[in-house]
């Protein structure tokens, strides 16, 4: 689906049951305005349901600096070949991967991710809202001077954004043209 065609769908579902004259006859260009946020909205709605995330995730390879760190927003998606489409949340609904195939745990705090935690496990924790950590497994942590760097690159799978409308699966475009319909209307009856 293109733009054009999320635009007319959302026009004719707001127009729907409306009588004559429509009050969305030239509202064609404020409808696009709003093409964003819908898709910013489906997939974050898609990233927290089970059973749809799949659609909207991909995996990422990111290559890892001397310090074991990467910033997210610079990760190429497999699927879509674009940068700054993932959902930093969406990171925690997959799976982050490191060279040697260990899986890594997330850590929610920087504070857990300095502190000691059980060296069974390798793990990650995401700070400064896109920059991911890596903590490699069987080390003991008491301080930041202790944490060494799992072996990169990292595979990540992750829930994403596309970039453009034409992007989402086709399962996902209805959920599309309501998302947009009700962003639209709820602009209108705020107004």
């Not at 689906?1 to 004259?21: H, Y």
């Not at 490191?98 to 991710?113: E, I, R, T, V």
């Not at 301080?143 to 829930?159: E, R, W, Y």
């Amino acid at each position: 689906m293109t733009v054009d065609q999320l635009v007319e769908r959302s026009l004719r579902q707001l127009n729907a049951g409306q009588p004559q004259p429509h009050t969305w006859p030239d509202s064609s260009i404020d409808i696009a305005a709003c093409v964003m946020q819908a898709r910013q909205k489906v997939a974050r709605d898609v990233m927290y349901d089970s059973s749809l995330r799949s659609l909207l995730q991909q995996e990422y390879l990111v290559t890892l600096d001397a310090n074991g760190e990467a910033n997210l927003l610079t990760a190429t998606g497999s699927v879509t070949s674009t940068t700054g489409e993932i959902l930093i949340d969406g990171v925690r609904m997959g799976a982050v991967i490191d060279a040697d195939g260990n899986k890594l745990q997330p850590l929610l705090h920087y504070s857990d991710f300095i502190s000691p935690q059980p060296t069974v496990y390798a793990y990650y924790c995401i700070k400064d809202r896109a920059t991911i950590l890596t903590r490699a497994k069987d080390v003991a942590v008491n301080s930041v001077l202790d944490i060494q760097s799992v072996n990169g690159p990292l595979t990540i799978t992750a829930s994403y954004t596309p970039a453009t409308v034409d992007n989402f699966p086709l399962e996902l475009e209805d959920d599309l043209v309501n998302a947009l319909v009700a962003i639209v209307a709820s602009k209108v009856s705020l107004a």
